[in-house]
């Protein structure tokens, strides 16, 4: 998980966030990965303020939007391999989801 700044006003975290937008979304994807493996139905991607008091998290639900929305980023900014990463476990998420899907019959 990343941890941001705790001395830091939410404007300040947010545009970090934006400016460094690269280097989050890998975290985040590391972080899916992980609960990926371990079969987490969420992951926390990052906190900040003072004792770790607001993390943010990303639900199961939603991995495949940010993973997505990673690879988007990564294309862009011309980083193939981590765009890679993020497709290849994107692919192998969905496949697991459909060979563990329980029959509706």
Do not use: C
């Amino acid at each position: 998980m990343l941890q941001l700044p705790s001395n830091k006003p939410f404007p300040v975290i947010q545009k970090f966030l934006q400016d460094n937008e690269q280097v989050v979304y890998w975290y985040m994807v590391l972080s899916i990965s992980n609960a990926i493996k371990n079969n987490e139905d969420r992951t926390q991607l990052f906190s900040f303020g003072g004792h770790n008091e607001n993390i943010a998290v990303v639900k199961k639900t939603d991995y495949e939007k940010v993973l997505t929305d990673a690879i988007g980023i990564f294309s862009k900014n011309e980083e193939y391999e981590h765009a890679a990463f993020a497709r290849d476990l994107l692919q192998k998420w969905k496949i697991e989801q459909v060979i563990n899907e329980k029959p509706t019959e």
